[in-house]
């Protein structure tokens, strides 16, 4: 079975105090690994896709790196616009995605 | 762009009832998803469809039924509503299945009382 641990769950940083958000992962044949940021009442809104160990994308304040058995999302200098739920998740080759439980992400002025 | 439109965004059920959540999207998509959030927990596929006429069961189907008649629209019907189905709903779309982002939309909170 596939299964996706988000850590830490809740994480509160300072304006400007970069950290990272961990997605560990167990999968049979991962076709790509997902990150998703989910706003107070809305739905989620896609930010990377990742394929394979080694792999790495940015996006502004935002970098996500994967190995084989997990995915970072580094948040570099963020700003309180970052705050949002962030999640990952896991395709194996049926196509259908595993999320995990997700990271609270507030950052302070 | 309208994107994901789901309707209604709120609602309150009893026991027993029933009730359609409805779902439309303009993106000429061909797969349609449906995924419940609980506090706490990874969102949960329902079902699925990967085009008209084909819908196939995720990993949480008791409880609902579904169909896909057009492209766009992809409903999703609660019988029998229990509490267990309180739950924030999310309809999504995506052009194909594999390695594709998902677009979603805004959610429907259900509680069932």
Known sequence: ?109 | NAGVTQTPKFRILKIGQSMTLQCTQDMNHNYMYWYRQDPGMGLKLIYYSVGAGITDKGEVPNGYNVSRSTTEDFPLRLELAAPSQTSVYFCASSYGHLNEKLFFGSGTQLSVL
């Open chain 1, 1 to 109: 079975e596939d299964q996706v641990t988000q850590s830490p769950e809740a994480l509160r940083l300072q304006e400007g105090e970069s950290s990272s958000l961990n997605c560990s992962y167990t999968v049979s044949g991962l076709r790509g690994l997902f990150w998703y940021r989910q706003d107070p009442g809305k739905g989620p809104e896609f930010l990377f896709t990742l394929y394979s160990a080694g792999e790495e994308k940015e996006k502004e304040r935002l970098k996500a790196t994967l190995t084989k058995k997990e995915s970072f999302l580094h948040i570099t200098a963020p700003k309180p616009e970052d705050s949002a739920t962030y999640l990952c998740a896991v395709q194996p080759p049926d196509g259908k995605l595993t999320f995990g439980q997700g990271t609270i992400l507030t950052v302070h002025p």
